[in-house]
């Protein structure tokens, strides 16, 4: 059965003037591969006569129906299967009620429902709440995008197919598709949606629009796991150099959300590179942000614009735009864990910096501790397959800083040894790397988004560009120009140094990032 869009019909969210059936119809020409007829308002007459007629109307279009709580009318009306929730009719009960060959599906909200469906042997399930929903009252906890990979997983080596349902609409299903992938590459097999196309006028087009997005991204999805790209140091370094240029050459506005102890030396380190920074931090101002090409930096230094944060991200997304998210402190108090969560949870990162103390926070690790904004003691035992695993949950690049900075995608991992104990003794300069990250990496998407370039897989991405080599120009700018600031005469400590740093990414030439780079693939 072909779940990727899964329709579950509302009637009580309706549009003024739209017939039930008119409108289940025009979903189904939208391309609905899937209907569950969900009546939680009407006594059982209603129930089976609605039953029957949307019946008729998927049979035309040779779609399945699924009948959602009541085992009864799924019988009476030979459906293709039953819905059950959680406190519907347990499984092992509804099988010996149903003929074999009727397609079982149940509600999972955690690890336990899965656990369970998975001994049950479920034909599918639906994970939800991924997103806030006013559809329906929520009993269970919200999942949230980041919470869909780790019980995919659980369907490891298992032909139960998942779907993901609540808030999924037309600016949340890429960033759900996006993240809702597990560590091992599970990937949803569709999403499940109600008001996007019960409430609305023009179900046909709403629900082919979300049906283009879904094949869009599989065929990415599909295309990515088949190529894996394989780095060697000549060609990150020429890449970098190439970005570099880019970057003096377009000029790119890199809008930088940040915090207030860094902005002013952000800002100026941002014009040294050649790009051009605006710190604005107003949500009114945000939409308008996103529109122009370049890159978005998210410091949560000082949380004073959680809202702006939000908004900003999400733009991006849409827009393409690459997202360079540096959760500073996260690990320091409750409230930072809890925004952190929000935001990844809202839009996708294309990078996530930290020190280790905040990489530890974010993967809920306690190999490393962190004091206040600081990391503490001497690391990770395994730097390497802890920055994989963490890009690979995260779903993006993660960069993780220190004397040595690690680099990964997810599959590579990138070793760079241009690290100074200067640059531990000025404040932010972890807050500077974000900033050159976002600066090389609006350089990478420029570059893959010049115009002519054809978009191929990259259409229904939520960034275009190489994020690797943008993350890698990032901290190789940085730190190079630390070395040659730390080597000056004139550098006598570090308040010498913060200006010298400034003047050696100003005179950064690709000569000297590619004779002092130490880069070394994993
Ligand atoms: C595909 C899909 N997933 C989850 C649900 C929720 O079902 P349930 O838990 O039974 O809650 P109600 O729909 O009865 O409110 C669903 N219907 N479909
Ligand atoms: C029916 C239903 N079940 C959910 C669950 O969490 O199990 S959320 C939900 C409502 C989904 O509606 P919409 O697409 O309009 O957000």
Same mark, same amino acid.
Request: hydrophobic share 40%; charged share 20%; net charge negative.
């Given at each position: ?10 009637r ?37 006569? $609605? ?18 709580d ?13 819905? /059950? ?30 656990r ?43 032909? $139960? ?12 299903? /890429? ?10 590459g ?12 019960a ?10 629009? /979300? ?45 930088? $959300?940040?915090? !207030? ?14 790009? +051009?920074? &605006? ?30 944060? $939000? ?34 949870n ?26 206040? !904004?600081? +990391? ?6 395994d ?28 599959t ?34 420029? /570059? ?19 994020m690797? &080599? ?43 990032l590619?004779?002092?780079?130490? !880069?070394?693939?994993?």
């Amino acid at each position: 059965m072909d779940l990727s869009l899964y329709f579950v019909t509302g009637r009580e969210l309706l549009p003024p003037g739209k017939e039930y059936l008119e409108s289940l119809e025009e979903a189904l020409q939208g391309g609905v591969t899937a209907v569950q007829i969900r009546e939680k308002n009407s006594d059982t007459l209603e129930f089976l006569q $609605i039953a029957r007629q949307s019946k008729i109307l998927c049979m035309k279009y040779n779609v399945p129906l699924i009948i959602n709580d009541r085992i009864d009318i799924a019988l009476a009306i030979q459906a293709n299967g039953v819905h /059950l929730g959680q406190t519907d009719m347990p499984v092992h009960v509804a099988k010996t009620l149903l003929p074999t060959g009727m397609v079982i599906g149940v509600s999972c909200n955690n690890m336990d429902h899965v656990r369970k469906a998975i001994e049950d042997g479920v034909d599918y399930i639906g994970i939800g709440a991924v997103w806030g929903t006013t559809t329906k009252e929520l009993t269970n906890p919200i999942i949230g995008v980041r919470g869909v990979g780790s019980l995919l997983q659980a369907l490891d080596g298992t032909f $139960i197919k998942a779907v993901a349902i609540g808030g999924i609409n037309s600016s949340t299903v /890429l960033r759900t598709l996006h993240g809702s992938v597990s560590p091992s590459g599970h990937r949803l097999d569709g999403i499940a949606v109600v008001s996007q196309i019960a409430a609305s006028a023009t179900p046909r087009s709403a629900a082919q629009r /979300l049906k283009d997005s879904f094949e869009a991204w599989v065929h990415g999805f599909d295309v990515q796991n088949q190529t894996v790209q394989v780095y060697d140091v000549e060609t990150i370094k020429n890449g970098v150099v190439e970005l570099l240029q880019v970057i003096r050459d377009k000029n790119p506005l890199i809008h930088q $959300i940040t915090n !207030v102890v860094v902005t002013n030396q952000s800002a100026n380190a941002t014009l040294a590179l050649g790009a +051009s920074p &605006i710190m604005a931090t107003a949500s009114e101002e945000m939409h308008d942000l996103s529109r122009i090409p370049g890159a978005l930096l998210i410091n949560f230094g000082t949380i004073t614009d959680k809202d702006s944060m $939000i908004l900003a991200g999400k733009y991006a997304n849409e827009a393409q735009k690459p997202l360079v998210f540096d959760p500073v402190g996260v690990g320091a108090t409750q409230f930072r864990k809890t925004t952190a969560s929000e935001l990844l949870n809202t839009w996708q990162a294309s990078v996530i910096k930290g020190n280790p103390g905040e990489m530890a926070a974010l993967a809920n690790s306690k190999e490393v501790q962190a004091k206040g !904004v600081d +990391s503490v003691g001497s690391g990770f035992a395994d730097p390497a397959s802890f920055i994989r695993e963490l890009a690979k949950k995260e779903r993006c690049v993660a960069v993780m800083t220190g004397p040595t900075d690690w680099v990964s995608d997810g599959t590579t991992v990138v070793k760079l040894d241009n690290g100074r104990k200067i640059l531990g003794d000025i404040t932010g300069s972890g807050c500077l790397v974000g900033t050159c990250v976002a600066t090389f990496c609006a350089g990478a998407s420029l /570059l893959a988004t010049a115009p002519g370039t054809n978009p191929g897989t990259e259409s229904e991405k939520l960034v275009r560009g190489n994020m690797l &080599i943008g993350a890698i120009g990032g901290v190789l700018a940085l730190t190079v120009a630390a070395e040659c600031a730390a080597e000056r005469s004139d550098v006598h400590g570090s308040g010498t140094f913060l200006p010298a740093l400034i003047d050696e990414l100003y005179k950064l030439k690709p000569e000297t990032l590619l004779s002092r780079a130490k !880069v070394h693939v994993l």
